[in-house]
């Protein structure tokens, strides 16, 4: 298993600056600049810069340079912990992705947890009471969670919750907060408001993820070793939960491999529509504006989390399924 891992990180490396100048190149592929972005911004509201000033912007953000040379210099730095420069922002990138993805980690660890807990109970139940009156309701509300857009759940709860039950929902914060010190008060009315994302974002995750939990558990309840195990008088309860849930699971560890790079980008457009200070729109700004270093570094990160959580998953099938081996 450790040479195993030792050749996997070996492989996660070369994979990873691949990524990095590939998305950098796709990130500088669109014509014009952040500079061009500035000007026609400028212009929009009746100002102008004259040619010295257009051609000292560029200098200071260096949009002319080759592309090699840019990548050169921003990976350099990036590996020693400095993320360049935002344009837009006028800010460290470092500065501006630690003041958010604490609130963006909290909201996905929160939702993936709340995910995977109701999918494997809501799958366990709905395969082991097949064709019932429950399982064609777990049904329903599955390919419903599927069928609508989590915006579109998030702009129906916000005005369910602000309409029906009079709550104050959007953001992370009641304006008197925002600024605040933290305190008992301050954490509480987080806790008011952070409950509607997570619950948008799990939605639609955990009708997929238990739909897939239903079918792998109805197709494992079948083998002959769950058989066995009843013919020797086995309880129930630990024939499905101890042998056949587990062994069930193994989609739903290679989703989460998958799933970590949700911990930087999150639902981007729930974040919006929620007014959330997240990652999300963050890079979507970014990429928007043309602001490439700060891109170019969550890209970076969303590569360095997707390529760890799929060497996390091969080691977590390796403790659930003891047939897997790695040499």
Same mark, same amino acid.
């Given at each position: 298993?450790?040479?195993?891992?030792?050749?996997?990180?070996?492989?996660?490396?070369?994979?990873?600056?691949?990524?990095?100048?590939?998305?950098?190149?796709?990130?500088?592929? *669109?014509?014009?600049?952040?500079? /061009?972005?500035?000007?026609?911004?400028?212009?929009?509201?009746?100002?102008?810069?004259?040619?010295?000033?257009?051609?000292?912007?560029?200098?200071?953000?260096?949009?002319?340079?080759?592309?090699?040379?840019?990548?050169?210099?921003?990976?350099?730095?990036?590996?020693?912990?400095?993320?360049?420069?935002?344009?837009?922002?006028?800010?460290?990138?470092?500065?501006?992705?630690?003041?958010?993805?604490?609130?963006?980690?909290?909201?996905?660890?929160?939702?993936?947890?709340?995910n995977w807990i109701v999918a494997i109970v809501i799958g366990v139940y709905s395969a082991t009471h097949k064709l019932n009156l429950p399982?064609?309701?777990?049904?329903?509300?599955?390919?419903?969670?599927?069928?609508? *857009? *989590?915006?579109?759940?998030?702009?129906?709860?916000?005005?369910?919750?602000?309409?029906?039950?009079?709550?104050?929902?959007?953001?992370?914060?009641?304006?008197?907060?925002?600024?605040?010190?933290?305190?008992?008060?301050?954490?509480?009315?987080?806790?008011?408001?952070?409950?509607?994302?997570?619950?948008?974002?799990?939605?639609?995750?955990?009708?997929?993820?238990?739909?897939?939990?239903?079918?792998?558990?109805?197709?494992?309840?079948?083998?002959?070793?769950?058989?066995?195990?009843?013919?020797?008088?086995?309880?129930?309860?630990?024939?499905?939960?101890?042998?056949?849930?587990?062994?069930?699971?193994?989609?739903?560890?290679?989703?989460?491999?998958?799933?970590?790079?949700?911990?930087?980008?999150?639902?981007?457009?729930?974040?919006?529509?929620?007014?959330? *200070?997240?990652?999300?729109?963050?890079?979507?700004?970014?990429?928007?504006?043309? /602001?490439?270093?700060?891109?170019?570094?969550?890209?970076?990160?969303?590569?360095?989390?997707?390529?760890?959580?799929?060497?996390?998953?091969d080691i977590l099938l390796a403790w659930l399924d003891p047939r897997i081996r790695y040499d």
């Amino acid at each position: 298993m450790l040479t195993y891992i030792l050749r996997r990180l070996g492989y996660m490396l070369f994979i990873w600056i691949c990524i990095s100048m590939i998305g950098f190149l796709i990130i500088e592929l *669109p014509p014009g600049s952040y500079v /061009d972005i500035e000007i026609s911004r400028l212009r929009q509201m009746g100002g102008d810069l004259t040619e010295d000033q257009i051609k000292a912007l560029e200098i200071e953000f260096g949009v002319n340079e080759p592309f090699v040379v840019k990548y050169v210099k921003w990976i350099s730095n990036f590996v020693q912990g400095d993320f360049s420069y935002s344009f837009q922002y006028r800010l460290p990138v470092k500065d501006l992705i630690w003041a958010r993805i604490g609130y963006t980690a909290l909201i996905t660890i929160m939702a993936m947890l709340l995910n995977w807990i109701v999918a494997i109970v809501i799958g366990v139940y709905s395969a082991t009471h097949k064709l019932n009156l429950p399982d064609y309701l777990i049904t329903i509300f599955q390919f419903i969670g599927l069928s609508v *857009p *989590p915006f579109l759940l998030a702009l129906v709860l916000m005005v369910i919750a602000q309409q029906v039950f009079g709550l104050n929902v959007g953001g992370l914060f009641s304006l008197e907060y925002r600024d605040a010190p933290w305190d008992i008060g301050k954490i509480w009315d987080l806790v008011k408001h952070i409950w509607l994302p997570i619950v948008v974002i799990a939605a639609h995750g955990t009708a997929w993820l238990s739909r897939v939990m239903r079918s792998n558990l109805l197709d494992v309840l079948n083998l002959q070793y769950v058989q066995t195990a009843r013919a020797k008088g086995v309880s129930e309860n630990v024939v499905i939960w101890k042998h056949a849930t587990r062994n069930a699971m193994h989609p739903l560890v290679m989703v989460l491999g998958t799933s970590l790079p949700g911990l930087i980008s999150g639902e981007t457009i729930t974040a919006i529509v929620l007014n959330m *200070p997240t990652i999300g729109p963050l890079y979507f700004d970014a990429l928007l504006n043309k /602001d490439m270093y700060l891109a170019a570094t969550l890209l970076m990160f969303m590569a360095i989390l997707l390529l760890f959580g799929n060497l996390l998953a091969d080691i977590l099938l390796a403790w659930l399924d003891p047939r897997i081996r790695y040499d």
